[in-house]
């Protein structure tokens, strides 16, 4: 079968042949219908983000969804034909074991498709059943992959760590992919979201998903006394602006992971009392809620897709913070 593999720091993904992969017992392999193209993933192949990985080389894509082609011995929860999703956080095998406390961790060293085993860059994968999640009607392939990450990712810093309510004042700081999905989240969570963006051509995509105003310096947020700012940017001066403009006990949520330090102004953090949170990735109940919306009408990411082969061009696109809509790629659709 056909695949896109990383085979190192600094090479783009390679175009290979690979043997399709058998299901061993607990795990399935899927027909992946539909990968999504995450940052991380540049991350990785730059260079900075390699020690994420077990072993290289591997095939990257963790934002999996597709149907189920064939079942390990002992897996009973799902069958031939199901549409499923990979869910990042581990749940519980089918002894009812948990499989680890993190986003990323299981027991056996790690089990994530695109970091510890191939992942969705390939015209089929394998997946431990604890990691899968049935799609429900009237949710796309293509939304269900983008979903488990970049949407799930927004969902968790809104409404879990933001815990954004009914009438909170709210800014979102990068206006990416993942930033649109949070404006939205925010709005439909009931709150009066603005965004912060240096690039203005973001502003009328956040727009129509329900942010109120656009700004490209933070400095313009203050008077406007945010009790929840996310930044998703997270290159250490957008979180240390957030923190000086933030009003008194205001919750600013870290996602962006865009330096590897960061230096904070501590009187205003202090004196103000400010909250700062991390966040990362989401639940399987916030994924569970997410598609629920997704289903009801009440939330629709915006996609993009690109051809197979075309996979590290749409990386150079999130490289370049050009994407205004999450990326996606069809592993199992022939080009003519």
């Known amino acids: 079968m056909r695949a896109m593999q990383f085979t190192g720091p600094g090479e783009p993904l390679a175009a290979v042949e690979v043997p399709p992969p058998v299901a061993k017992p607990g795990w399935v392999v899927i027909d992946v ?117 970049a949407v799930v990712t927004a969902f968790h810093a809104v409404r879990t760590t933001g815990d954004v309510r009914l009438g909170d004042t709210v800014a979102i700081i990068g206006l990416g992919g993942l930033g649109i999905n949070a404006v939205r989240i925010a709005h439909l969570c009931g709150g009066k979201v603005f965004g912060v963006d240096v690039n203005e051509s973001t502003f009328p995509a956040a727009i129509e998903a329900g942010a109120r105003q656009c700004f490209t310096d933070i400095a313009a947020l203050k008077d406007l006394k945010p009790s929840v700012i996310i930044d998703f940017a997270g290159v250490s001066v957008t979180t240390d602006q957030a923190v000086k403009i933030a009003p008194p006990e205001a919750r600013v949520v870290l996602v962006g992971l865009g330096a590897d330090t960061m230096v904070l102004a501590t009187s205003p953090f202090v004196t103000k009392k400010i909250r700062l949170l991390s966040s990362l990735g989401g639940s399987r109940e916030d994924l569970e809620l997410a598609y629920e919306q997704i289903a009801e009408g009440n939330l629709l990411p915006a996609v993009q897709e690109f051809a197979f082969e075309d996979i590290n061009e749409a990386m150079e696109l999130l490289r370049q913070g050009k994407a205004t809509a999450r990326l996606f790629t069809r592993p199992r659709k022939e080009t003519s």
């Open 33 to 149: 219908e539909a990968a999504g193209m995450c940052h991380s993933d540049c991350t990785i192949v730059d260079g900075p983000g390699v020690n994420w990985l077990s072993h290289y080389p591997i095939i990257l894509g963790h934002e999996v969804a597709g149907t189920v082609a064939s079942l390990g011995e002992g897996v009973t929860a799902f069958e031939i034909g199901d549409r499923v999703a990979v869910c990042l956080r581990a749940g519980r095998d089918e002894a009812g074991a948990t499989l680890g406390p993190g986003t990323h961790e299981g027991p056996d060293g790690g089990s994530a498709p695109g970091l510890h085993v191939d992942g969705g860059y390939a015209e089929q994968c394998m997946v431990r059943a604890s990691r899968l999640m049935h799609i429900p009607e009237g949710v796309s392939f293509e939304v269900a992959a983008v979903t488990t990450d």
